[in-house]
């Protein structure tokens, strides 16, 4: 008798608080869920965050490789015998230089797409004029490189040439390819004017990095101008200056969305 009652008496209270609490209920459960929410579209976040950085590292080594160390090994400004004998004597590494180029720019072509996801939330007509300008360079730099496919193609013809015929076209791909590359920093730097201002806004991207990624937008408007009109622009003195804020800016936020991916607080705050 008195455990039937008590069994009675404690189904009446748990009747009772299930009828006066499912206000409650149903907020622990919408709570629950939006955490869950957030922390699920924050995860989504920092994965899109790494594979930008992933896709920017490929873009910043292979561009050091082809752009930068190849040349200063194999090329001598003025002198096309000289660059012939050290392309031929390093063919390996002129074709690596080449393959490195196509790399980057084929990395370059994704990069603005992904960042892009990241970034479209912040400003959607931003993150669009990012990627319109970073892709319009992919084409170009494509087509550059044919330059110096046309001298692998030189140096392995079957046709033997007078030697200064062909330091001669050796020269001319090599200026050709210069020309191109700098017609093609015109859209590298530009892009970085709506990424950095798409950084400094971000909230969870460091604000210095998208400050120097603005700089060097016109750090690279005006390594272009200086080429176009100042003759010998690159013995100038100003001119190994003039790269330093878009190569830190995109250097460090290569590194910080690889590293860090995106601040915690401020990407949960967005959500």
Known sequence: MFTFASRNFALAIAYKWKRRTPCAQNSMSSELASVCEGEVELQATRRTARVAGF??????VTGIFSI???PSQLEVPGDGAATFSKIVASETLFRSG???G????????LLPLVLYKLLAPVSKQAAIYMAVLAIA???????NLLHKVDIITLINRPVSLPPSVIHQEIAIALAAYSS???VSKIFWGLWLLPF???VFKSQFLPKILGLLLMAGCVGYVVGFLGGMLIPNYGSTVIAPYVPLPATL?????????LIVGVRVRAATSRS
């Open 180 to 182: 191109g590359l700098l």
């Open 249 to 257: 800016g995109e250097i460090g936020t290569c590194l910080w969305l």
């Open 98 to 100: 080449v393959v490195a």
């Open 68 to 70: 930068a160390y190849v």
């Open 55 to 60: 896709l920017y590292l490929i873009v910043v």
């Open 196 to 198: 950095g201002y798409l």
């Open 137 to 143: 360079s992919v084409p170009i730099s494509f087509v």
């Open 102 to 109: 196509y790399v980057c720019y084929t990395a370059f072509l």
